[in-house]
């Protein structure tokens, strides 16, 4: 157990937390046990969020706008279908064209 004072309070850190500095630049150094356990590489984002306690910050993925369209709850609800039926084999044969894909997809309506 370490204890350190700030001018408002004596902090009592259990085993296992750790604090990190804010730099004169406003920077902070994520300790490495941190960004292993979380998978963090430098340029990764996150977002700064504030709360009663303090600050949250939460690991975040930018997608481009070319492929955001993949990533909303609808078409990944239905990727999810989709998954399900390939895992209950419920798929068609291989098609040699286009036209073999069309003729199956007549058939099935």
């Known amino acids: 157990m370490v ?3 700030t001018l408002k309070k004596l902090y009592i850190l259990e085993e296992g937390i750790q604090i990190t500095r804010v730099s004169p630049k406003r920077q902070i150094a994520i300790p490495k046990a941190v960004c292993d356990k979380l998978r963090l ?3 990764d984002f996150l977002e700064i969020d504030i709360n009663n306690e303090g600050i949250i910050l939460i690991p975040k993925k930018l997608i ?4 955001q369209w993949f990533w909303t709850k609808e078409w990944q609800q239905k990727e999810g279908e ?3 039926a390939v895992s209950k084999g419920e798929v068609s044969q291989v098609f040699e064209d286009a036209y073999g894909l069309f003729k199956h997809l007549r058939k099935s309506k």
Do not use: I, L, T
């Not at 481009?64 to 492929?67: F, I, L």
């Open 3 to 5: 204890e350190f004072f």
């Open 41 to 43: 590489k430098a340029g």
């Open 64 to 67: 481009s706008k070319e492929q």
């Open 82 to 84: 989709a998954d399900a």
